[in-house]
């Protein structure tokens, strides 16, 4: 990046700081109960693994419908 763009960017963020506008993500803790993730299978290095060698074998992955309506798989029933 070039200097000047990275002067507007600092002055920007030190305007937000003075302002106390400037906001920082601060780290996970706790237990999540705001996502889908409840369970913490996101961070399982098992499951990771599990869906990678599905994904290569060809099992079909993504956003689907209800299992009731759209039918059970056999990872479905191997995760649980």
Do not use: C, Q, W
């Not at 106390?20 to 499951?47: E, M, V």
């Amino acid at each position: 990046m070039n200097e000047a763009l990275l002067a507007r960017y600092d002055a920007s963020l030190r305007g937000l700081a003075r302002k106390d506008r400037l906001r920082t993500l601060a780290p996970r803790a706790g237990l999540d109960f705001s996502s889908n993730d409840y369970l913490g299978l996101a961070a399982s290095k098992r499951l990771g693994d599990a869906v990678a060698a599905a994904i290569a074998r060809g099992t079909p992955v993504g956003a689907t419908g209800s299992r009731l309506l759209r039918g059970n798989a056999p990872e479905h029933e191997a995760l649980e």
